[in-house]
């Protein structure tokens, strides 16, 4: 026997192999195989010698045996390709193969062992399947988990997008209400055109002329009983006509204090020209001079009442409110000067609905006094009696005056932003000045000299434009006229006198 395995080799000393038992051997192998085809056992398979020794080879010999010795080297020779078959056993198909001499010679399958066939193919096609479907559940569970990860950072970034989205609508609505504060300050959108602010001026100039003069026709003498007494026990050399004295009758006598004191309120707010005119003409005669103190009477007490910060109201408060809006004018922009100026007093006014009503009784009850004044200075009486029968007639009227201009007052504080609607009164002993003044008698004298009272309100706009849009002084506010200011001047008296 050679050393290498599953090869067998023959003796040289036996003699060669006779017909019978090669055949004898072939038909063992094929009867092996059909048996083992046939239970379909893999041990039958890998088990050649149970059934190689089940044979006896007498049975498929059919030539006579001549010697003896051939059935026991026949014998050796089944034992060797036996031996040949042990050490292959583990390869069926290698020992079929090398026995058999064609594949035409193998029987045909049982219908069992077609249904083991099918039943493997369909069990491999099967495990091929779930092959496939293990892998694409992989797969699946690999793109699962892929798109877990990706949702999650999807999820991750909504919710920063989320956040950012939040604190941008926050951003956006504080920047939305900042515009909204910056809009109101630098709006310059006016309620009111400035062509019906110098309408509403001119209504208050009416309706204080038409007071005026009703007022310096409307109060008899106060001494005209003592008058009348007088003229008819005439003193010699002396004519006293009948009616209305003037007050040439007081200067006979002298002024009596209450006159004397109201003489001295005239000369501080009209000068000592006004208050010669009161006290030396005839009044009864010409009431002109008296209609005119009457006009600038009430014409200073509403342009003052304008003026302040709210209408009417005066105090520490007032003034410090008046020179902090003064300051803001001067040095910041016109809008947001005038916007603030508009908060203020809208709140001024929200936390004390009353203001106006007692501002405009308050105005009317200045106006009134300063009324008993002047007539008292022109000779017409008393200032306190004056001062009951003026309450009792014009009242009403005055009131009415103080009522238009405090609405004028809230116009231009809450509803002007463009710029700073001033009313406009002249001073008297100013020097008359052409650009910003109108002379009544225009016309009838020389333009000029001193003011001796205004009789209409003016009007003026302030506006600080700074120095292109910025460096905003007292010097950058620009000052214009809207409407000039009626005046008297002094010289009156010789044109009257003409």
């Known amino acids: 026997m050679d050393g290498r395995r599953g090869v067998g080799v023959i003796p040289v000393m036996y003699p060669p192999l006779s017909l019978s038992s090669t055949l004898a051997n072939t038909l063992q192998l094929f009867s092996l195989r059909q048996r083992t085809a046939s239970a379909g056992d893999p041990r039958a398979r890998s088990s050649p010698r149970a059934s190689w020794f089940s044979f006896s080879p007498s049975q498929f010999d059919s030539e006579p045996d001549d010697d003896g010795d051939d059935h026991e080297a026949t ?14 056993d583990t390869d069926r198909d290698t020992v079929t193969n090398t026995v058999s001499p064609s594949h035409a010679l193998d029987p045909p399958l049982s219908p069992s062992a077609k249904e083991i066939a099918r039943l ?66 630098l709006t310059k959108t006016d309620r009111w055109a400035g062509s ?13 002329l038409q007071f005026a003069a009703a007022a310096s026709e409307g109060f008899p003498a106060p001494s005209q009983s003592q008058s009348q007494a007088s003229a008819s026990t005439p003193a010699s050399g002396s004519t006293v006509r009948s009616g209305r004295p003037g007050p040439s009758n007081g200067a006979q006598n002298g002024p009596t204090p209450g006159r004397r004191k109201a003489l001295e309120r005239v000369a501080a707010r009209f000068g000592t020209k006004m208050r010669q005119c009161l006290e030396k003409r005839d009044h009864a005669q010409d009431p002109t001079l ?26 520490k408060l007032e003034s410090h409110l008046s020179k902090i809006y003064q300051h ?46 002047v007539l008292s200075a022109g000779g017409f009486g008393e200032v306190d009696d004056l001062l009951g029968r003026a309450a009792t007639k014009y009242t009403t009227q005055l009131r009415r005056v103080a009522e238009l201009a405090n609405r004028f007052a809230l116009v231009i504080r809450e509803g002007t932003m463009s710029t700073d ?21 225009d016309g009838y004298g020389p333009s000029k000299g001193r003011v001796l009272c ?34 008297v001047l002094e010289n009156i008296v010789q044109v009257m006198d003409r």
Not at 75 to 88: F, I, N, P, S, Y
Not at 127 to 140: F, M, S, V
Not at 425 to 438: D, H, I, L, N, Y
């Open 75 to 88: 014998t050796d020779r089944a034992d060797t390709v036996t031996d040949t078959d042990t050490d292959t």
């Open 120 to 185: 493997r193919a369909e069990l491999k096609l099967t495990r091929d399947k779930q092959h496939a479907l293990q892998t694409a559940l992989r797969e699946a569970h690999t793109q699962v988990r892929t798109k877990d990860i990706l949702l999650d950072q999807i999820r991750a970034r909504a919710r920063a997008l989320e956040s950012d989205a939040l604190d941008a609508r926050r951003a956006a609505d504080e920047r939305r209400q900042e515009v909204k504060s910056m809009e109101r300050f």
């Open 196 to 208: 019906d602010l110098v309408q509403t001026v001119k209504d208050i100039n009416s309706e204080i």
């Open 290 to 315: 008296l209609q005119y103190a009457l006009q600038a009477c009430v014409c200073q007490c509403i342009s003052h009442a304008m003026a302040s910060f709210c209408f009417g109201s005066t105090g």
């Open 328 to 373: 803001m004018h001067s040095s910041e922009p016109q809008p947001t000067s005038s916007r603030w100026r508009a908060l203020t007093h809208q709140h001024i006014r929200a936390l004390s609905p009353n203001i106006d009503t007692l501002a405009v009784s308050e105005v009317t009850d200045t106006c009134l006094r300063g009324v008993a004044n």
């Open 421 to 441: 609607f001033q009313a406009l009164f002249v001073e008297s002993v100013r020097e008359f000045s052409p650009a910003t003044m109108e002379n009544v008698y």
């Open 454 to 487: 205004t009789t209409e309100i003016g009007l003026q706009c302030l506006t600080n434009r700074g120095r292109d849009g910025k460096d905003f002084s007292a010097q950058t506010i620009e000052r214009r006229v809207v409407l000039k200011p009626r005046v």
